[in-house]
């Protein structure tokens, strides 16, 4: 899986902007906690959409808005193999699991226990 190095250094640059705001890291977590389909196959530049896909529509949640129905129907919809290769241990270390996981049960997606997306660990 390629990861597209300018959504890492989108999502990092936004993490450093607003690092005190508990906002990023639910909009991180939403951002990586996304339903996986079965059997989909997506190219590279099909997850590199997705992922900007997912970061427009959530955006607004690092301001401390609630997510928007466009953003939670993003987090239903996007796929884990898109998503989890961005959380490199960097990233992941930014991250409240708690409040991701809070976040993406409001948006309607069931977070599995003892998950691995990427460098990011769901007990």
């Known amino acids: 899986m390629i990861v597209d190095p300018a959504v890492v250094r989108e999502m990092e640059g936004i993490m450093r902007k607003f690092?005190?705001?508990s906002w990023v890291v639910i909009f991180l977590g939403m951002m990586m906690m996304v339903i996986m389909v079965e059997g989909a196959d997506l190219s590279p530049s099909q997850c590199k959409q997705e992922r900007q896909l997912g970061i427009?529509?959530?955006k607004a949640v690092?301001?401390?808005?609630?997510?928007?129905p466009a953003c939670c129907q993003r987090i239903r919809v996007s796929h884990w193999e898109c998503v989890c290769p961005a959380?490199?241990?960097?990233?992941a270390a930014l991250i409240d699991i708690n409040k991701a996981i809070k976040i993406l049960q409001?948006?309607?997606r069931k977070v599995p226990h003892h998950f691995k997306c990427g460098s990011l660990y769901f007990p």
């Open 19 to 21: 690092r005190s705001s």
């Open 56 to 58: 427009n529509s959530c």
């Open 106 to 108: 409001t948006c309607g």
């Open 87 to 91: 959380f490199d241990p960097k990233l």
């Open 62 to 68: 690092v301001f401390g808005q609630p997510a928007s």
